[in-house]
């Protein structure tokens, strides 16, 4: 009698659908994927609807891989939903394990978010100024639309969650890792990222480049230099995370000759990876005045938005305000 595969699911919430493609772009290894395990919901992909997983029993999918953050009702339904028919459920990608670039928008109000995009951008015209409601109608019928609440969550804000599958996105090399090891006999500790528990500088091509003192006088973009492609990144005053970012990448922005901007979240002894990040970069400042120094930091452009692209709904600050 022949043995019935293990079943795994893949959904899409609050993200770009990188991490789709980062499914698409396993090639002929999906092909391995299908032959140790059935996808029985992937709707980006295949014709899938809702009523499918809610007629599943619970706990009948050895897997979910659940990419991009909460930020609708309806993301937070399927969350919840694939949470209770899942034995396992994996935060796939920057924006489900951290919040992502979605995150960056609970630097605003819901309400200013709905005023630039419903009446302020140059492209909308809405003269009767109308604002989308959850009820509403459409033609004779009603409709239904999902809430748009009030900040961004990563995942586990939202459902427990198993495992974290980091990066934007997560490499095709680092999901067939991950898919075989879920479907082996020795799972990883429950709560762990599957990637390398160290810093991306151990595995970064120009490693052994890095000065042993690194002192700066000013922090540069990459256009505005010509960035030598053989030296530490740091070293030539370019704003690289590589010190406060998990490794397993395999350094692919470094590699391109652009410093690390920090996708794979941060190493399992660092809290918050904006913070880490900022003390690493304030370190190398070569001043001991303060004017001088605030000259130096203030080359740094959106601070926010450089050390917690990915991270603002699972940091600190998030426990301090609204964000």
């Not at 499914?23 to 029985?40: R, T, W």
């Not at 934007?168 to 429950?190: F, M, N, Q, S, Y």
Request: with cysteine.
């Amino acid at each position: 009698m022949t043995r019935e595969k293990p079943k795994i699911a893949f959904y899409w919430c609050a993200s770009c659908g990188g991490c789709e493609e980062a499914v698409v772009d396993l090639a002929e290894e999906i092909l391995d994927v299908v032959a140790a395990a059935d996808i029985v919901f992937w709707p980006v992909a295949l014709d899938f609807k809702r009523r499918d997983v809610e007629q599943m029993p619970d706990g009948s999918i050895l897997a979910t891989f659940l990419n991009g953050a909460i930020r609708t009702s309806e993301q937070e339904e399927m969350a919840k939903l694939l949470r209770r028919k899942s034995k396992l459920l994996v935060a796939f990608g920057s924006c489900s394990h951290l919040g992502g670039i979605p995150g960056l928008a609970n630097l605003f109000t819901r309400e200013s978010i709905l005023q630039t995009v419903y009446f302020e951008t140059p492209t909308t015209e809405n003269p009767e100024c109308v604002l989308p409601g959850v009820p509403g109608k459409d033609g004779n019928g009603k409709l239904t639309l999902p809430y748009f609440s009030e900040r961004v969550r990563a995942l586990d804000q939202v459902v427990e969650v198993d495992y974290y599958l980091p990066g934007c996105p997560p490499l095709p090399r680092i999901i067939t890792r991950a898919v075989a090891t879920l479907l082996g006999e020795h799972l990883p500790d429950k709560g762990s990222v599957l990637a390398p528990d160290e810093a991306l500088c151990t595995e970064c091509p120009r490693k052994d480049s890095k000065p042993e003192k690194i002192a700066l006088k000013s922090f540069k973009r990459p256009q505005e230099i010509l960035i030598d492609e053989t030296q530490c990144l740091l070293a030539q005053g370019l704003l690289c995370l590589g010190p406060a970012t998990r490794a397993g990448c395999e350094a692919p922005c470094v590699q391109g000759n652009m410093p690390c901007t920090g996708c794979c979240g941060p190493p399992g002894r660092v809290r918050d990876q904006g913070a880490k990040a900022l003390s690493a970069i304030a370190s190398l400042v070569d001043s001991q005045d303060e004017q001088e120094i605030d000259t130096v930091l203030a080359s740094i452009p959106d601070p926010v938005g450089t050390f917690y692209r990915y991270s603002l709904p699972a940091s600190l600050l998030a426990h301090s305000r609204k964000v």
